[in-house]
């Protein structure tokens, strides 16, 4: 209890407002060794002239260096060139490096994508029933991998995707770029990731995942496409990032209705900084709306949000089967030092009247409203405190934001220092 309490007071005076940066998660880099094994994906027989499809050269390459993961580990090298592929896993110990001017392509015949079986803490597919189609980079049960390069790219090719989703010709959910499930210690980083059927990054059921220095984009006209989406996971480092999407940039989600709330899984610990952000139909921050798990202990600064529907926004409904005595939990959320330039609403936070979302703080941020309405801010079941504030917020969200907002700054950061 001493060491704790010394820890609190050091936190205390450390503790920096008024548009300094605050400690969070991002301040605790994950360390990954380097590969002492390196092979070239073109020693597996592929060919990077864009057509020729090489799903067995990945999977190949990535079957022989699985037994370099008690050797510590290794890198499958991608050079310049068009790589067309199916889905494939990664594996445990590995690092996937895309040289400057490799761009791995996503298939776009849907046969060679593959189909799984919903996410637990969803019970469905987001968009139909049953089943999904796998992403095009997966890892599965993974610890210290690695996605990065020299700005190399991941093109997922989604203009077919999107068109059978407008049309409703797809029998299942719209696959994502890439998807980690239950694994840890994994960092992306130096890519760019364009046109994704839905999700670029999707980290589900993960911890210690750092995503750094990244370029994400797919056209204004994607429909429902979103740049990176923590679910249920904890211990996040969102970074340097520029993310451009037809629907939301950065969403946090946490399962849906009763599977959600089963699996019981929150997100939690995670930290966004130094981050421009573009949503053309949705929002640049989501909470939400699948949250059944719950969403807590989010510290986001230093963002620039830009040619967005909407800024922030918390957003969460109550299914006709819901549980009344469960409801999801949304919880210290702190964003300062955020600026915007033509959003139509600057923040749209709808909590449960059963469950109200609290906690929230609003320090230090300006938002360049494109729209003559009278409420930039939507608000119900909402509780927070806000400081410096453009323009004004709801009334739930005007209390004094000095103390408050330091204390949940301080609690964010002795989690670090505690994990």
Known sequence: MAVALLLLWALCNAIRVNGEQSNGRCDYKLKFNPRPHSVSIQEFGAIGDGKTLNTIAFRNAIFYLKSFADKGGAQLYV??????????????????????DAIILGSQD????????????YGRGIELPGRRYRSLVNGYMLRDVVITGDNGTIDGQGSVWWEWFT????NYTRPHLVEFVSSEYVLV??????NAPAYNIHPVYCSNVHIHN????????????????????????????????????????????????????????????????????????????????????????????????TGIEFRTTIDDKFDPDAFPVLEKITLQNIIGTNITIAGNFKGIEESPFTFICLSNISLSINST???????????????????????????????????????????NIIL
């Open 79 to 100: 050079p310049p060139g068009r790589w067309l592929t199916g889905s494939f896993n990664l594996t445990s110990h590995l690092t996937l490096f895309l040289e400057k």
């Open 110 to 121: 849907p046969s060679h994508w593959g189909i799984v079986e919903p996410l637990p803490s």
């Open 167 to 170: 049309s409703h010709s797809l």
């Open 189 to 194: 980083s130096n890519i760019s990731l364009l």
């Open 214 to 309: 990244i370029s994400v984009y797919a056209p204004p006209e994607s429909p429902y496409t979103v740049g990176i989406v923590p679910d249920s996971s904890d211990n996040i480092c969102i970074e340097d990032c520029n993310i451009s999407m037809g629907h939301d940039a950065i969403a946090f989600k946490s399962g849906w209705d009763e599977y959600g709330i089963a699996y019981g899984r929150p997100t939690t610990i995670a930290h966004v900084r130094r981050v421009d952000l573009r949503s053309s139909t949705g929002s640049s921050l989501a909470f939400g709306s699948e949250m059944s798990g719950g969403i807590s202990d989010i510290l986001v600064e230093e963002v620039h949000l830009y040619d967005s529907l």
């Open 373 to 415: 309405s009278l409420s930039p801010w939507q608000c119900s079941y909402v509780s927070g405190f806000s400081e410096s504030v453009f323009p004004e917020p709801c009334p739930e969200l005007m209390n004094s934001s000095t103390s408050s907002c330091g204390i949940l700054m301080l609690e964010l950061q002795f989690y």
